[in-house]
């Protein structure tokens, strides 16, 4: 009765432990050029985020910490997201 118990709390952490990896591995991007989060142009002083479609001419504003535009669309969509979940 103690090793079935034992097998069997082998496969349950397995299993949990499988499954929190296919979690992380869904989390990681493929590192290709299609999951670019942002685009800096210097030559035309352009931030563009993939993420939520947001383009800007201020690169230098941007570099120099400027980034409450980017944080509120980030905001704005993250609730969004949220909400039509909830529905």
Known sequence: MVMLRTK???EQVRKH???IARQRKSLVSTGDRSAKIR???FPQGRVTD???GLTLYNLDDVLNGNIQEFIDK???EENSEKMA???
Do not use: G, V
Request: proline share 0%.
């Open 8 to 10: 069997l709390y082998e």
């Open 39 to 41: 685009t800096y142009n």
């Open 85 to 87: 979940k909830q529905n």
């Open 74 to 76: 980030l905001s704005f």
């Open 17 to 19: 432990e499988e499954e």
């Open 50 to 52: 993939h993420r939520i």
